[in-house]
């Protein structure tokens, strides 16, 4: 899947109000240069009709009338029966009849009309030299108003776009700032924008939904898990009693073992979900000092005989660590922890390590395909290297909720080398010291 980088939206509305901005100077600069030239061409072209035209009148009246000649404006006449006039610049001598703009000859620009009146061959230039340069300096002075019209435009766009998302951003804030785990918050209406108070308005009902999709989740939980301890008690009661009865058959023994440790295990897993309902406020206030590795160490005890029953060689290696938790829960996922190992491991070592706040669990005989460690902790999930088939496959998936309930890092790794680690990082106050328990 392509992800897409994100764009500022400030900047997006800066960017768009600056190229519109751009986008309406050049189309009056097109318009702005085009009425110049039109207008230019009109008047250019009426300026010299009329010269040619009181010329033609004042000939008429006197024929011996001098052609009109300014310091502008020169006339040139050439008889079409005689020699091309002298004075007549070669430039202009082969143009046809018509209206020319900017004709250069004799180093200036000129305006030029050539009309041919019984016989004659009229030219007649107006130098517009000096417009030219005139004009080519008002569009300098053009060009550099509009290269700083749009540093303005760029700088204001900028300032109006920071006050246009400044409302957006606050709302941004506000929702950063919202602590998932409580419950009843809001983000508020307080904004100038009305669109941006719909927005938060939208994100307050979803917020208020959410509490109480997670309130009924964390009810219905709670109220499971009280609900399936009395079944539970009376089960393992029952297995209790049938393994103790004198008459009982040496088969059904292993039965009742099963049936008692699926009682067992079924009890964990009530006492996990009836923690994952719980708030993290309650569960605040369960927390006590704990010394960690005595109670790795009395866990590890309690699952010896499991150990012991598939030969496995354990280590213990504990450095003195008091912890501020809920002694339930750290007892939930340390017995999960130590009991999967053992589970796990057909032959080999089990090892638990206590150092620097890292509770570390090895299997050295069990490894996990490269491909399945990504969805390990999710729900269902087992391994294709299981050999067991007691559990549902939730194991795992509890823990981690959890360890992530708690603010606990759970990790694990698989290789050859090593086996399966689980390494688990409570960062809680460390006393120091370091024993060595062998079991």
Known sequence: MIKR????????????????????????????????????????????????????????????????????????????DGAKPASLPAEIAGLAPGIYEEIEFGGREYCLLVRDIKGERIFMS????????????????????????????????????HHLVKSVRDLAERVTALDPAQRGAQVGRSFREHEVTVIADAIDRYLRRMDGVMESEQEFVDTASHELRTPIAIVSGAADVLRSHPHLPDTAQPVIQ?????????????????????????????????????????????????AKQKHLAVHLSLEETTIHAPAGVVNTVINNLIRNAIVHTEQGRISVDLHAGVLTVTNTSTTIAPEELASIFMKRVRGSGTTHSEGTGLGLYIIKRICERLGWDLDLTSDSERGTVVRVDVRAHIVGGEKTIGL
């Open 258 to 306: 099963r049936l008692h440790q699926a009682a067992h295990d079924m009890n964990e897993t009530v006492t996990a979900l009836f923690y994952l309902a719980k708030d993290p406020d309650y569960l605040a206030t369960l927390a006590e000092p704990l010394q960690l590795d005595e109670k790795i160490h009395h866990i590890m005890q309690a699952n010896a005989a499991l």
């Open 126 to 161: 107006y130098d517009i030299t000096r417009l030219e340069e005139s004009e080519q300096e008002f569009a300098m002075i053009a060009g550099l108003a509009a290269v700083l019209a749009v540093i303005t435009i760029v700088l204001v766009s900028h300032l109006l776009a």
């Open 5 to 80: 980088a994100s764009v500022s939206l400030r900047n997006r509305v800066a960017t768009s109000l600056v190229m519109f901005a751009v986008a309406i100077a050049i189309f009056i600069a097109f318009l702005g240069h085009l009425a110049n030239e039109q207008l230019e061409e009109t008047l250019f072209r009426s300026t010299l009709e009329a010269e040619l035209s009181y010329y033609l009148k004042d000939r008429q009246a006197h024929p011996a009338a001098s052609p009109p000649k300014t310091a502008d404006l020169s006339t040139y006449i050439w008889r079409r």
